[in-house]
């Protein structure tokens, strides 16, 4: 639910009042996204700037060398970090992410954690590490940056 704060003078939009998003809206977005669907991606928390994502590890998930491919490493920074900002600004979409592979990635799941370095009118920052998990060990595998643009 958006509303619109107007200036009496000229009685136009000067801000938008967003409504966060929080894990319900976002497993009902999910539901609606063929890919991320696919990845059978379940988001695990989404509050006060903060994400978390777990896809479980499949074969045709992994790239030729039985690594997970580099495009899941990438989908799991830009979903973190556009969930964590949607938790404080409402629908948002990327306007640009970087990532750093570290590792490879091995192991029967990935978690990815996203967070809001800062939020402003127009426009969110963000950062999100992956990690591989095997048993009860997590790796660092890939860290990235987002810039993320309310949308709607």
């Known amino acids: 639910m958006d509303a619109t704060i107007k200036t009496e003078k000229l009685n136009k939009p000067v801000a938008k009042i ?3 998003a929080n894990i319900v809206s ?3 977005a999910i539901q609606t996204s063929p890919f991320t669907v696919w990845t059978n991606a379940e988001i695990t928390a989404c509050e006060d700037g903060f994400a978390e994502l777990i896809v479980p590890m499949r074969e ?3 790239q030729h060398n039985g690594f997970t491919h ?3 490493i990438g989908f799991l920074i830009d979903s973190a970090c556009c ?3 949607a938790s404080k600004v409402g629908d948002v979409v990327t306007a640009e992410y970087k990532l750093n592979f570290i ?3 091995v192991g029967e799941k990935l978690i990815a954690r996203g967070y809001v370095i800062k939020s402003t009118f127009s426009q969110v920052i ?3 590490d992956v990690f591989s998990v095997k048993g009860t060990k997590e790796n660092l595998v890939a860290t990235g940056l987002a810039t993320v643009t309310p949308y709607g």
Request: hydrophobic residues 50%.
């Open 83 to 85: 969930w964590a900002a």
């Open 18 to 20: 967003r409504t966060p």
């Open 26 to 28: 976002l497993r009902e």
């Open 70 to 72: 580099g495009a899941v």
């Open 60 to 62: 045709e998930l992994k």
């Open 103 to 105: 590792a490879p990635a």
């Open 126 to 128: 963000t950062r999100a």
